[in-house]
């Protein structure tokens, strides 16, 4: 059974950082891309960052750039995203999932985790 499991969430404060990992299960995590996700409250869910299986080529949307980082164990079939000077405006439920290739397009990545609440606030 695939399955991904985001932990590592929690409150911070504006300029903390947290870090976060994506567990996967019943499948091997280097054959596959991962990507991170967030959606905040009422919001459309957005593309965070993605790290392809071929080369660990990375991508990152431009309001994270230079503040997160991504990265994956593939001995530990775990993908992490370091956070740094969070803001306010990172609040949110982020999620990571699972594509053959990093794309912008959500619709590309099949298996997702439940996601993990970050709340950036004083």
């Known amino acids: 059974q695939v399955q991904l499991v985001e932990s590592g969430g929690g409150l911070v404060q504006p300029g903390g950082s947290l870090r976060l990992s994506c567990a996967a299960s019943?499948?091997?995590?280097?054959?596959?891309?991962i990507g991170w996700f967030r959606q905040a409250p009422g919001k459309e869910r957005e593309g965070v960052s993605c790290i392809s299986s071929s080369d660990g080529s990375t991508y990152y949307a431009d309001s994270v750039k230079g503040r997160f980082a991504i990265s994956r164990d593939n001995a530990k079939n775990t993908l992490y995203l370091q956070m740094h000077n969070l803001k306010p405006g990172d609040t949110a439920v982020f999620y990571c999932a699972t594509v053959l290739s990093c794309s912008d397009y959500e619709y590309d990545y099949d298996y997702w985790g439940q996601g993990t609440q970050v709340t950036v606030s004083s």
């Open positions: 019943g499948f091997t995590l280097d054959d596959y891309a």
